[in-house]
């Protein structure tokens, strides 16, 4: 029989002063509310309180997981190294791949993701077109030797992941079920009480994309994103904005002086344009070794992960580097370059004639530089390489960008056939012929998701659980723990329980102070405060820890008050 538990009897240690290890709001309330516990750097125990939430996120998933057909399963999370050489990835993927002998000297890593055993599995006894598709996935431990793990379960070196990997006999089939788990993960994000946009990680050649992160939108967030009121959203990483670019005065080239203005601010002040009328130069070696300047708009930054498709491995010159070409550094423009120095641009620029740029000597800048009179760009020079940011034009519909930060929380993909030929994955066709498998893969981070949600459900006073991942959903608070009061609480905790409701009772012996600051700390979504006031007349105060209101509601009543309010935001 279900009944309700006891907050005396529930391993939930609870911290009184932050913890100094803890930089965002939602590691120190995980800590403080004694919901988890660092074993050692990245890996972390999950205590009964946390293992409530993490298997209601589970639910979620397996629940819309099922709803597309999904499959659940599991493989061991250690993976022999054959099926990475199979993949190729042995040697590819870095130091984040934890591997490890047994002791007859054969070769494992703990599992990163699971693509290898999954074909693997497949591979040979998956065979007729009449079978697919086929989506499985599992939910289990993932095992990443990160280079700085930190922020708690955001960013752990082992962490709970749920992955899905589908196969598809064609390029449709598999868009399909790219599309599938798409929506599924918009409705686990939504069901999870996350606030999450769907970015464009990676844009298909075809149009669509083939790649896509949900991001919890925080503060604290690692990711840069932009996004737009039309639905467009993406990391600056990967957007290619329409940048409007502020266009320089017309005139005569002329030289001016502007000492001590090696810096974009200091430029744009004391000649008194915008910064998104100067010229920012990078002075960069390309991964062939050849050194080039690239121009992007003053106002902007080149994003290195850009400029690497683009350039391959370069970096920016060293002061040694600068002075080795002829180069002056923070005066450098692409009037007069020393020879030998290529010149690229942001294709944004194109919209652009007159230039604000350095003069290639201490202290002196040119405006009016006319692009076509002073100076050239190759046609095959304009590059994309600026970061998308706040203010710049949507690429879908031109209104302005805003900016935002997330958390990444899941990513599908369409993997196509790159690791069914790598792994020689074949089924046989309707037309009879041997075909690699169209697979995707689709991964959510589980105990990040629920990180996330604390980082965006919390307050001064603790966390603010929303109901669907809530480890309990009613905190009964006893004033008193014996007598009447005491009589009232289990009355009423039996009755919550009775309408199905998951409730916890305070029963500790503790000042009311210390109950209701821990009552706030663990965030359970109601309150219901038994004092001995309230009770002779009849009366539980019911607290909503999301809003702090109040209510006073007659014992009899309490249980159906707060099913009411409760069942119909369950996830
Ligand atoms: P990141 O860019 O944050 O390192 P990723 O893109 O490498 O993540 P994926 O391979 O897409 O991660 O893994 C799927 C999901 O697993 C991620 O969306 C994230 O929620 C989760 N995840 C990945 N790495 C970690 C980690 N170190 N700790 C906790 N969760 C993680
Ligand atoms: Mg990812």
Known sequence: MKTFAKMSATYAPTLKEDPAEAELASHKLLLRAGMIRKTAAGLYSYLPL?????????????????????????????????????????????????????????????????????????????????????????????????????????????????????????????????????????????????RALPVVADSGQIGGDTSVEYMAIADAGEAELVWCDCGFAADTEAATAGVSVAEGESGELQKVLTP?????????????????????????????????????????????????????????????????????????????????????????????????????????????????RDFCIDDNSWVDVVTAQEGDACPRCGKPLHGARGIEVSQVFQLGTKYSEAMGATFMDEDGKEKPFQMGCYGIGVSRTLQAVVEQHHDEGGIVWPVCVAPYEVEVVPLDVKGEVWEAALGVAASAVEAGLEVVVDDRKERPGVKFADADLMGFPYQVILGRRGVKNGLAEVKDRATGERFDVPLADVASWLANKIVPLRA
Not at 53 to 69: D, Y
Not at 347 to 367: I, K, M, P, T
Request: with cysteine; net charge negative.
């Open 50 to 194: 946390a293992w409530r939430s993490l298997l209601k996120i589970e639910t979620v998933i397996r629940e819309e997981m099922e709803a597309i057909g999904a499959q659940e399963m599991l493989v061991p999370m250690v993976t022999p190294a054959e099926l990475w050489h199979d993949s190729g990835r042995w040697e590819k993927y870095g130091p984040e791949l934890m591997r490890m002998e047994d002791r007859h000297n054969r070769e494992f890593c703990l599992g990163p993701t699971h693509e290898e055993t999954f074909t693997d599995l497949v591979r040979n006894e998956l065979r007729s077109y009449k079978q697919l598709p086929v989506t499985l996935y599992q939910i289990q431990d993932k095992f990443r030797d990160e280079m700085r793990p930190r922020f708690g379960l955001m960013r752990g070196r082992e962490f709970i992941m749920k992955d899905a990997y589908s196969f598809d006999a064609t390029v449709e089939g598999m868009q399909k079920t790219y599309e599938d788990q798409k929506d599924a993960y918009a409705r686990i994000c939504e069901r999870c009480g996350l």
């Open 260 to 372: 001590d203005c090696a810096s974009i601010a200091d430029v744009s002040r004391f000649i008194g344009v915008p910064e998104a009328g100067t010229r920012k130069a990078l002075a960069i070696v390309t991964g062939e070794g050849k050194p080039a300047v690239v121009f992007v708009p003053g106002n902007h930054e080149m994003n290195d992960v850009k400029a690497e498709h683009v350039f391959g491995e370069f970096h920016l010159m060293t002061d040694e580097e600068i002075e080795y070409y002829g180069l002056v550094k923070g005066f450098i423009g692409p009037v007069g370059l020393p020879e030998g120095i290529e010149v690229y641009a942001d294709a944004c620029l194109r919209q652009s004639e007159w230039w604000l740029v350095g003069a290639n000597e201490a202290d002196y800048h040119f405006v009016h530089a006319k692009r076509g």
